[in-house]
């Protein structure tokens, strides 16, 4: 699969003239929904047929169970996930005033079970951490992104634009060949989407799961053949925030469901 994603780009970019890595403006800003297919928006618009809803569910359970040496659950500091959560997965990446850079809704999660639940923090992509993290960003559907507005995470934001700009691996190119210069056309038969991040974590037909944003920086990283950045990295920070900012007021969708 990874050696075909490979041809398939070098074959798309010898047909491609120019180019032109220019940043989409705002107004002409679209959601990976609006290129999927009508089966698949349907899959996503149907709670009941969505499979991401399964790891919300599982979320919710996770929310009220007590964990750790403090025998705490995340609702015993945060009470109804409804009205405390709501809003959260919008502002993430945000900026950490002990840790003196931004950590994505992930890392908080573990932060909060180090420090407040004193249990061990939850692998990378395991589901308990997809589905905590399903759950929490799933009380923010609808609500417009604000990552970013934080004028502590400017550097940040700027070095993730910087990486998006980046060309690299053996295939030389940067996010941004594909997804500012290229979307509206398709890939292996996948559309090449503008690479806005309102719906994470998120289903992907392809992995027959749900996944995190950093799963999919790294499958493309892969797919150039870069070496992909481990998960946690600083760097796969930054690309994250700086794909939430520049999707600020664009409403979440999370879970989402992709090709």
């Known amino acids: 699969m990874i050696l075909w994603r490979a041809i398939a780009v070098a074959a798309l970019f010898a047909t491609t003239p120019a180019l032109l890595a220019g940043e ?23 709670d009941t047929s969505n499979p991401g ?5 599982d979320g919710e359970a996770l929310w009220g169970k007590k964990t750790g040496s403090a025998g705490k659950a995340c609702a015993d500091c945060h009470g109804d996930a409804r009205s405390s959560m709501k809003g959260a997965a919008a502002r993430y990446p945000a900026f950490d005033s002990t840790l003196g850079r931004p950590v994505t809704l992930d890392q908080r999660i573990n932060l909060c079970r180090v420090n407040h639940q004193r ?14 993290s399903a759950f929490v960003a799933y009380q923010s559907r609808g609500i417009a992104i604000t990552a ?3 004028a502590q995470l400017k ?33 292996a038969g996948s559309p090449i989407t503008q690479a ?11 992995w027959q799961t749900l996944g995190s944003l950093e799963r999919r920086l790294r499958s493309c990283m892969t797919g150039i053949r870069a070496q992909a950045y481990d998960y946690g990295a600083p760097e796969l920070v930054a690309l994250e925030l700086y794909l939430m900012s520049r999707a600020r007021g664009m409403p979440m969708e999370t879970p989402a469901v992709r090709p």
């Open 119 to 132: 249990a061990a923090p939850l692998p990378h992509e395991s589901r308990d951490i997809l589905a905590l």
């Open 196 to 206: 806005q991040p309102t719906g994470y974590p998120l289903y992907r037909l392809e």
């Open 24 to 46: 989409i403006p705002p107004e002409a800003r679209r959601s990976g929904y609006s290129f999927m297919s009508p089966d698949t928006r349907a899959m996503q618009d149907d």
């Open 155 to 187: 550097p940040f934001v700027e070095q993730g634009r910087s990486l998006f700009m980046q060309r690299e691996g053996q295939l030389n190119l940067a996010c941004t060949n594909c997804h500012d210069d290229n979307f509206d056309k398709h890939l």
């Open 148 to 150: 970013g507005d934080d």
């Open 53 to 57: 809803m399964l790891f919300v569910l």
